[in-house]
C-alpha cells in the first residue's frame, strides 16, 4: 500500500469540538478538508493514511462568520469538513496524528 502526497493534501486536519467527539462514539471521524476535494478523494485518502475501511462520506462547506476585532470587522475563511463514517471495528484516534 502506498501512500501518496496527494492524500496528504486532501486531509488538512482532524477537528476536534465537542460535536465531533460526540459522533465518534458512533463510529464517525470529522476531517477538514480541502474546498476542492471530491467524496471518492476523501474515501481513498482516509482509506490509505489510516489503513481503515469507509462505509460513507458526508460534506460540508461552513460558511465563514463575520467576527470584529479591536473594532474593524473581519471575515472567516470559508472550510469544508467531511464526516466519515467507518466500518464496524475500525477506529480512528485522530489525537496521536499522523
Not at 3 to 10: G, L, N, P
Not at 72 to 77: L, R
Amino acid at each position: 500500500m502506498t501512500i501518496e502526497a496527494k492524500h496528504y493534501d486532501v486531509i488538512v486536519a482532524p477537528v476536534i469540538t465537542e460535536k465531533a467527539t460526540m459522533a465518534s462514539e458512533h463510529n464517525k471521524v470529522v476531517f477538514k478538508v480541502a474546498p476542492k476535494a471530491t467524496k471518492p478523494q476523501i474515501k481513498e485518502a482516509v482509506e490509505k493514511l489510516f489503513d481503515v475501511k469507509v462505509k460513507s462520506v458526508n460534506t460540508i462547506v461552513r460558511k465563514g462568520k463575520t467576527k470584529v476585532f479591536r473594532g474593524s470587522f473581519g471575515t472567516q475563511s470559508d472550510s469544508k469538513r467531511a464526516i466519515v463514517t467507518l466500518e464496524e471495528g475500525h477506529r480512528i484516534d485522530v489525537t496521536t496524528g499522523l
